[in-house]
């Protein structure tokens, strides 16, 4: 699929007006994320990228980053943009110790950046995509497969499941919400789990549609109706599997439980899904 026509033109605006504001200063443009897994999904995708810059950016780059994004959030309203300001030594590294610029939710940030970690460096190196600047290949990025899944694995049991158990204890606020927020919180716990899944099984990264699509081939048919149902919503099909949002929430927690459970025992009982590559 390569980069969207929208993605290119929002990046061609955004360069210019880096060469613009900070002069001589951006020395390469690369993608990861869904345009990189060949899963765009236009008004919902974000383009998650690293700029390359040749001197370390502070915080008095700050005005003029914001300005650049906020210019460019304002001209398209979709995609957006969701990246780091990183020089070449960054490249690869998994400690985060230090400050960053960085923009995401469409705020100009500077702190630790939360992304230098195991999955956006697999993509990058494996399916990333150079918009300018060095090749990939010439970044010192060496993620063995067992790192890409105990990260992975530490992830469902801390950001995940703390996500779920939050949701179980305000389930009869969440029923309330509007059903596009409904939506939204299914897409994302089943897919998104179900990628994690996928990773720790196959030591490898795919798209939330396929890891639906693998979840279907992989996990007891109990659990097709929530996987579908989270499909259908990816792909912008609504309602027709379950008949109130009480039902469809409640089946999402606990095929969330499963899934993580499911995991956590395969792992704890040395099961190897494949072997290691």
């Not at 609504?238 to 089946?251: A, N, P, T, V």
Request: contains cysteine; negative net charge.
């Amino acid at each position: 699929m390569g980069i969207p026509m929208i993605v290119q033109k929002v990046l061609k605006d955004y360069i210019n007006l880096f060469n613009e504001h900070l002069p001589d200063t951006i020395e390469g443009l690369y993608i990861h994320g869904s345009i990189a897994l060949n899963a765009y999904v236009d008004d919902s995708s974000d383009i998650d990228f690293i700029a390359l810059t040749n001197r370390r950016l502070t915080e008095e780059d700050s005005e003029a980053l914001s300005y650049i994004h906020k210019t460019i959030a304002n001209k398209y309203k979709k995609p957006d943009m969701d990246g780091v300001y990183a020089v070449r030594e960054d490249m690869g590294k998994l400690n985060n110790a230090g400050k960053y610029p960085y923009y995401n939710d469409g705020e100009l940030l500077f702190g630790d950046y939360f992304n230098f970690n195991p999955i956006t460096w697999w993509i990058l190196k494996s399916k990333g995509i150079k918009f300018f600047g060095p090749e990939i290949q010439d970044f010192r990025i060496d993620i063995k497969p067992h790192q890409l899944s105990s990260y992975v694995l530490g992830n469902m049991n801390t950001y995940w499941a703390n996500r779920i158990q939050m949701a179980e204890t305000s389930i009869d606020h969440l029923v309330k919400m509007p059903t596009v927020e409904i939506d939204f919180e299914i897409e994302w716990t089943v897919l998104g789990l179900l990628r994690q899944f996928y990773t720790i099984k196959e030591y490898d990264i795919v798209s939330k549609l396929e890891a639906g699509e693998y979840g279907l081939t992989q996990l007891p048919v109990e659990w097709h109706d929530i996987i579908k149902e989270a499909m259908n919503l990816r792909e912008g099909v609504k309602g027709g599997i379950y008949s109130s949002e009480m039902e469809r929430l409640e089946r999402t927690l606990r095929f969330s439980k499963f899934l993580i459970d499911h995991c956590n025992n395969s792992v704890e009982n040395g099961i190897e899904f494949v072997e290691h590559r």
